[in-house]
């Protein structure tokens, strides 16, 4: 019995992009809620699939990390002349929000930490700029 055939880069990206998606929906499901503490978990999955998505895109392989930071690294050093500058920039901008992003996904299995409301709505606001200039 033959297996499945393996998903092109472009299949792959496609799911990754979708459930990218999945996530920053769920995100906004867990604002609403309160969860906060998830919510920032899911937005950094989301944005983290979404790079690995972009990476695939630009005829590259993906680290196997979950650091954004180094995504976006990667990112910037593949990604078309025109773009570089911007995925650098926003590196630079959001270092600090991007880093709690990462925390994010440590903390979220292995130390509990609570989020504020606040924090959650400029990690989203990170997340959606990056996603929307990259």
């Known amino acids: 019995m033959l297996g499945k055939m393996p998903l092109t880069r472009r299949e792959e990206a496609e799911r990754l992009l979708d459930r990218s998606r999945r996530f920053l929906e769920t995100a906004d499901y867990q604002i609403e809620r309160g969860f906060y503490d998830l919510a920032a978990f899911s937005l950094e999955q989301s944005l983290q699939l979404f790079l690995k998505a972009r990476l695939l895109e630009y005829g590259a392989g993906y680290p196997r990390t ?3 930071r180094v995504l976006l690294e990667a990112l910037a050093s593949i990604a078309p002349e025109n773009k570089r500058d911007t995925i650098r920039a926003l ?3 959001h270092i600090l ?3 709690i992003l990462e925390d994010a996904y440590i903390t979220s299995r292995y130390v509990m930490r609570d ?3 606040g924090e959650i709505e400029k990690l989203k606001k990170t997340v959606l700029e990056v996603m929307n200039k990259c």
Do not use: A, M, P, Y
């Open 97 to 99: 929000e991007l880093g």
């Open 91 to 93: 590196l630079n901008e």
């Open 115 to 117: 989020f504020r409301k």
């Open 66 to 68: 979950h650091s954004v």
